[in-house]
């Protein structure tokens, strides 16, 4: 069984390919969504690397920048972005 750690880690990177594939499908920049969720550039970037979890408010400020459900980025996957493990 993996350890917590590990399995936080798996949600944020699972999380980050879920806004990156909706930001590229609504042919957005990450700078594009950054201001359109008043946030900046590098919180559109840290987000979709895992490098941090955002806060609720900031997750549900992307989603309407997007014009999705929070649920949406909870879904699978569909246009292929999703990122290789490192044992594939």
């Known amino acids: 069984m993996p350890s917590r750690p590990d399995r ?3 949600r ?3 999380f980050g390919d879920a806004v990156r594939e909706r930001r590229l499908a609504a042919g957005l920049t990450q700078e594009q969504l950054a201001e359109r969720a008043g ?3 590098k919180s559109i970037s840290r987000m ?3 490098a941090y979890s955002p806060s609720l ?3 549900w400020r992307v989603a309407d ?3 999705i459900t929070l649920s949406d980025f909870f879904g699978e996957p569909t246009s292929g972005t999703k990122r290789k493990s490192a044992s594939s």
């Open 12 to 14: 944020r990177l699972t």
């Open 57 to 59: 408010d900031r997750v």
């Open 8 to 10: 936080v880690q798996e």
């Open 39 to 41: 946030v900046d550039r």
């Open 48 to 50: 979709e690397t895992g």
């Open 65 to 67: 920048a997007l014009q």
